[in-house]
């Protein structure tokens, strides 16, 4: 009974008050939107079992319960307290009927909740109480205690379906050093920046938290111990391709990381946290830039990330022999308008017995190894020898594409290094044109096309690779000066059979040649995607459908 009667009192109060406030002008006036999307999200709240306060449908205010929430519809149901259906409302006019003060909202004491104004003022509070509790000022993750209890919902998970996930702790190394050289202020900015990286390529699902001042935590869901390492290494070949650039100092940051597994068998929150850290912490006293995997046997097994076996096989390959230049055809499809074909030049590794090896697992350990740079040297020495030395054969192929790793893009020596080439082998700059990943690791885009300016001021062309593949294509589509545009394979791939990836490709055409550059569609397999690129208007079509990748020297031969 007194749930009821200070229910209709304030039920009363409230229409008295939206009666006042009938009678001055303002009130007419639209709620600001902010208030209005605030009340479409409390009804996206309310679950089955809340009960809400009806003024509109009879004299007295009707108390009912919501019985049912048809999600693909939007449609609440509600009985009384007997269970017997009464009303069946949309969202919309359950937000109308709140935001109007005919209905209100009771919480679990079955009391109602305060009017609009006191409700708007309070949640907006509410969730910036929220946020400030649960996330870090600086970077905005989520905070230890909040990724904890993600932790401790993926153990309840483990225990109850037997799922596996994965748990990190990422430590940057000797981050003292920056706060040293470059002052808190770009410690923060390094920390800012390292986010971002680490953000790439993570599942929706997956947590990221800041743990600690140079410390992030790593949940990654449905993750098995391989695939939560794959996912880490990528994160850290990712940081060795990047450069901290503040005032005058440029910093490569590292990182150790320790890694553990999350399942049934698995104890308490604290035990998966303590697991991760020891395995940092060994990590750590290893030298750092390193992983280490935490097993419950304690048979702690490290990943060491600098595997000098790996670094001397990549510096014999290029000192001594074992790479070699392959090609593939880049097809005009209209050769009226551009007779001649490209070529893309791909680096090839093959073993003392020279048999061609996957080239794969090659390029990671380099990339982790920081030797891109002297690979990518190795391919522009040789691509410029070669086409010099075959100039006569060469003549029916308008260029060649060279690719940059982003540690090259980085180098401030590359600039020197291309001309210096340039100079000595002769070779035309017409016929060279250097290929860019988006996903290349670009620290500074100013520099990046500044840079690719100045390449194309002596003559060389741009082709930007893999287009589409990242958040970033159009900011560097806008911001850097290439002539070609290399649609990423992902769309390519089930063109023929996909309207939204044709309409991916056509929207993509169109921007570029409204930017007067050319478009190459990637991994074209077959006449059917050809004939659906030649209907959307690409200039050029590259992959296995057009021809595979061979030798430079059979190309040469023939």
Not at 23 to 37: F, G, K, N
Not at 76 to 102: C, H, P, Q, T, W
Not at 417 to 426: D, F, M, V
């Amino acid at each position: 009974l007194h749930e009821q009667n200070l229910a209709q009192v304030t039920a009363e109060s409230l229409r008295e008050h939206g009666e006042s406030k009938q009678s001055v002008p303002e009130a007419r006036v639209i709620l600001e939107q902010e208030e209005a999307d605030e009340w479409v999200r409390r009804v996206q709240r309310i679950s089955e079992g809340d009960w809400v306060l009806f003024e509109a449908f009879s004299e007295e205010p009707l108390r009912l319960k919501v019985a049912w929430i048809a999600v693909r519809t939007s449609k609440y149901i509600f009985v009384n307290a007997l269970g017997k259906k009464e009303r069946m409302l949309s969202a919309d006019e359950l937000v109308a009927l709140l935001r109007g003060g005919s209905a209100i909202l009771l919480d679990d004491a079955g009391e109602p909740a305060m009017d609009r104004a006191q409700f708007t003022m309070l949640q907006r509070l509410h969730r910036q109480l929220l946020h400030l509790a649960s996330h870090d000022p600086l970077t905005g993750l989520i905070n230890r205690g909040e990724l904890e209890r993600h932790v401790e919902r993926m153990l309840t998970d483990a225990k109850v379906d037997g799922s596996k996930h994965a748990l990190c702790l990422l430590d940057i190394d000797q981050f003292q050093v920056v706060n040293t050289t470059c002052g808190y202020e770009g410690g923060d900015a390094l920390l800012k920046e390292v986010v971002s990286l680490l953000e790439q390529n993570l599942a929706d699902t997956d947590v990221l938290a800041r743990v600690g001042p140079d410390q992030f935590g790593l949940l990654l869901v449905n993750r098995s111990i391989d695939d939560a390492l794959q996912v880490v290494e990528d994160q850290l070949a990712r940081l060795e391709d990047y450069r901290f650039t503040w005032s005058e100092e440029r910093i490569s940051p590292t990182m150790s990381v320790g890694l553990t597994g999350i399942s049934a068998q698995t104890g308490t929150v604290s035990e998966a946290l303590q697991a991760a850290e020891s395995s940092c912490d060994v990590a750590k006293q290893m030298g750092g830039d390193r992983i280490q995997i935490y097993y419950s046997q304690h048979a702690g097994v490290s990943r060491r990330r600098q595997d000098m076996r790996w670094a001397a096989r990549i510096d014999r390959a290029v000192d001594e022999g074992g790479l070699f230049l392959r090609c593939q055809k880049i097809a005009p499809v209209d050769e009226q308008s551009h007779p001649r074909p490209h070529y893309e030049l791909l680096l090839g590794l093959s073993d003392p017995l020279g048999k061609q090896e996957d080239l794969q697992a090659f390029i990671k350990a380099a990339e982790h190894h920081k030797r891109m740079i002297e690979l990518d040297r190795w391919v522009i020495h040789n691509a410029f020898e070669r086409i010099t030395a075959h100039e006569r054969e060469l003549v029916g192929i308008e260029s060649f594409a060279i690719n940059l790793s982003g540690a090259s893009l980085n180098d401030d020596r590359l600039f020197n290094y291309i001309c210096e080439q340039l100079k000595t082998t002769g070779v035309p700059t017409d016929r060279i044109c250097f290929e860019i990943t988006e996903t290349a690791g670009i620290t500074n885009m100013s520099d990046a096309a500044d840079f690719i300016e100045t390449i194309k001021s002596i003559g060389c062309r741009f082709a930007l690779d893999d287009f589409g593949n990242g958040m970033s294509s159009y900011g560097y589509l806008k911001n850097l000066a290439v002539d070609y545009l290399k649609i990423d394979g992902h769309f390519i791939e089930g063109v023929a059979g996909s309207e939204n990836d044709q309409a991916v490709v056509k929207s993509i055409c169109e921007i570029a040649h409204f930017m007067d550059k050319a478009v190459v569609a990637e991994c074209v397999q077959d006449e059917a995607a050809y004939a659906v690129l030649k209907d959307i208007g690409v200039d050029y079509v590259q992959g296995y459908g057009v021809e595979p990748p061979q030798r430079l020297d059979a190309l040469l031969e023939s």
